[in-house]
């Protein structure tokens, strides 16, 4: 879990805009978000918590957890972030929608790929997928 703590400035973004609309984000706030080249800060606490911050966005959890939170485009979301090979694996759900967000150090920068499935998480219903991809280095 050391290796993800520290700040992390974007450098790169691969299809944000269009992961953006597909969850649902309004013109006007993807137009803002999408030119954003934000900070990420994780820290580690002694009590076992970790903290994710984001210029909008503050998340502080355990791992194997769940935790709400809400989202800067105001989504009421239920969390639950945990280690799995080495990778930071983030499900968020809310309503009948679910974001899965694997962040992965890889040399000296974070790489996080969100992938967005936008349907009720039933079988009986159709799916929508969109995915992208931030990079981020020291």
């Given at each position: 879990m050391e290796k993800f703590a520290g700040s992390w400035k974007?450098?790169?973004?691969?299809?944000?805009?269009e992961f953006l609309k597909a969850v649902g984000v309004g013109f006007a706030i993807r137009q803002v978000v999408?030119?954003?080249?934000?900070?990420?800060?994780i820290t580690l606490g002694g009590d076992g918590t970790v903290n994710i911050k984001l210029p909008q966005s503050d998340m502080t959890f355990k791992l194997g957890e769940e935790f709400e939170h809400t989202s800067a485009d105001k989504r009421t979301t239920k969390n639950v972030i945990t280690l799995n090979n080495g990778k930071l694996h983030h499900s968020q759900k809310w309503e009948d929608k679910e974001i899965i967000v694997e962040r992965?150090?890889?040399?000296?920068r974070?790489?996080?790929?969100?992938i967005s499935t936008l349907s009720a998480l039933s079988s009986s219903s159709s799916s929508t997928s969109s995915s992208s991809s931030l990079s981020f280095t020291v």
């Open positions: 974007c450098v790169e973004s691969e299809n944000f805009d999408s030119r954003l080249k934000p900070t990420l800060t992965e150090v890889t040399g000296d974070l790489v996080t790929v969100s």
